[in-house]
Structures are given as C-alpha cells and as structure tokens.
C-alpha cells in the first residue's frame, strides 16, 4: 500500500494535529488521501472518538468509522494496559483488512499510531511491529524545544532497529521569533545525528477555542511539500 506511518518521540507531542494537517495540505494539492488511526484510547463515548474524527475531517473522507479507527478504548493508556482491562484482545487482522480497504479507496493512506514507536500493543508486539505489518514506511513527529534530540534520536534508532525505513523528522510546537538557542540549533543537529531531513516545521498555536485547525496552522508553518511529495517518501 502507498502511504506513510506517523509516529511521535512521545505521547503528547502532536501526532494528530500533524497528520490532520499533512492530510489537508495533500488533500489541498490534488492528493486523495486516506487516514487512520488504528488504535485510540482514551474515548468512552460511542461516536467518533476525537483523533480519528480530526483526521477524518480534515482528509474530506466519508470511510466508515470501524475503518479509520478499528479499536477504540476508554482508558488513556497504553493499547497494551487498555486490552488488558477490558479483555479484549487486538488482533492484526481486522486492522490490516481496514488498511487495505482504505489503501484501495484512496491515493495515499496516513496511518497515526498511539504514543511512541515503542508503545506496546500487546505483549508480543509495538507500533513498530504495527508499521511493519502495513509495510509502511515512518514519519516521525518531535518537539522543537530542548530536550527533543535524545527523544527523536532514540526513537529513529530503535524504528531503524526493527527494520523500519525512517524519511524524515517534522518539529511541532516551535515558538517562532521568540525560539532560545535549542530550538534554533535543534534542526541542524538533528539532522546530523539522524541523517534525516526536517520536512516541516509547525509552530505552537493557542489551544484555548480546541486544537488548531490546519486552516490556521497554514498562516504559519513550514512544510517542504516537494520533498514530503516525492515518491521514495512513500510506501507501496
């Protein structure tokens, strides 16, 4: 399949916010494009819960709900801690089957994971097993203040350990005009340390009317979109 998985350093640092944003930006430049999210905990309610809702709209899509999100838990915990709770197992079947529906109805799919790379699914498996069960290749979400090297460096060596294809870094949460030296000089470094290209850079927005939308996030970040467009980025 043609598409791209979105992992984070940690959980917290703007998965969905990114991938809502990337699948509007594609959607936005003649891409039809896909979105998932596998596993989302945290949502007790029965309609869409709120990241895979996101994701949704901001793609344009109408695909049905057990597709974009086939296991959905109350508990914000781990999908490991959130299974064991409920007693309900998560098996690869129905979300490999989702991803391949997807996949055929669309250009290009965007597969967000839960957490980090290394959070567990079960007791035999991490997203990273996830990533390599949909053959995709990963994108990694990271902070752009201090302390994002050791967390963006640990994360693509243990994706490139497990013998996932790393194509590049996009920062969430910079402050602009007002960024201290860490932030300025953490593109450059990472880089370095990583071999991988910074394909974007979001800002941090104020969250006090909800999440920012990709209309508002467009003022102002910086997405290289040639380069996030080419092909070698992209499964399948």
Known sequence: MRGVFITGTDTGVGKTTVTAY??????????????????????????????????ATAAGVDDPREWVVPYVFADPVAPWVASQVTGRSIDWEPIVEAARALAARHEVLLVEGAGGIAVPIRADA?????AS???????????AQ?????????????????GLRVVGLILNGGRGPDADLAERTNPGLLTAMTGLPILGQLPALSQAAGPPSPERLDAVAHVDWAALMEPERWGG
């Open 22 to 55: 990337v699948a509007w930006g594609l959607r936005r430049r003649g891409i039809d494009v896909g979105v998932m999210k596998p596993i989302e905990t945290g949502h007790g309610g029965t309609g869409w819960p709120e990241d895979a809702r996101r994701l």
């Open 126 to 130: 991490t997203m990273a097993d996830l």
């Open 133 to 143: 069960r949909l053959g995709l290749p990963v994108l990694v979400v990271a902070r």
């Open 146 to 162: 201090l302390g994002t090297l050791n967390h963006t460096v640990l994360t693509v060596h243990y994706a490139r350990a497990r």
